[in-house]
């Protein structure tokens, strides 16, 4: 069940939202499979502890958040994956591994890689293994203002393009 923060947090700033229930589902992938959508509709949060602070990163279930982009897009040196003991009671309510992406309402920064951009609605975790939120990426930008990058591991097969010096 979605703790009733997240549902006023959503409803206090008129974002509009479904909730949609499913079967209990441990991994984003499995998330996905659950809802019958593709796994690059469905964002999950990893937590990251860099430069003595926690951030939330947002990626597609079949991502791997780079930690080297992250590092790079916040200007630290060091940053690692964040343990569960370092924030497990900054989500009241909230099942372990099933934390939201909504760093406004927890006082957190959230960064979302680039490829989330191309979903036009995305199904989150919101503290339930059971239950999850789907919304309108661009509702989502607005509500939280996160910092917006390439923050994904490259996909096998995916094209990255370099600058390309032309000469006349």
């Given at each position: 069940m979605i703790p009733g923060s997240i549902i006023e947090y959503l409803q206090r700033y008129h974002v509009p939202f479904e909730r949609r229930p499913h079967l209990r589902a441990i991994s984003a992938q499995a998330l996905a499979a659950s809802l019958h959508v593709t796994g690059f509709q469905v964002a999950k949060t990893v937590i990251v502890h860099a430069a003595d602070r926690l951030w939330l990163c947002v990626v597609s279930a079949?991502?791997?958040?780079?930690?080297?982009?992250?590092?790079?897009?916040?200007?630290?040196?060091?940053?690692?994956?964040?343990?569960?003991?370092?924030?497990?009671?900054?989500?009241?309510?909230?099942?372990a591994g099933a934390e939201p992406p909504f760093g406004q309402l927890y006082g957190l920064p959230v960064v979302?890689?680039?490829?989330?951009?191309?979903?036009?609605?995305?199904?989150?975790?919101?503290?339930?293994?059971?239950?999850?939120?789907?919304?309108?990426?661009?509702?989502?930008?607005?509500?939280?203002?996160?910092?917006?990058?390439?923050?994904?591991?490259?996909?096998?097969?995916?094209?990255?393009?370099?600058?390309?010096?032309?000469?006349?």
């Open positions: 079949p991502d791997t958040v780079d930690l080297g982009r992250v590092s790079e897009m916040l200007g630290v040196r060091r940053l690692r994956l964040a343990d569960e003991s370092e924030f497990i009671d900054l989500f009241p309510g909230c099942e979302v890689d680039t490829h989330l951009r191309h979903a036009e609605r995305l199904w989150f975790r919101a503290g339930s293994h059971t239950e999850a939120i789907e919304l309108r990426f661009e509702d989502f930008l607005l509500l939280e203002e996160p910092l917006l990058g390439p923050i994904a591991s490259e996909r096998p097969g995916e094209l990255t393009y370099a600058p390309v010096e032309m000469h006349a």
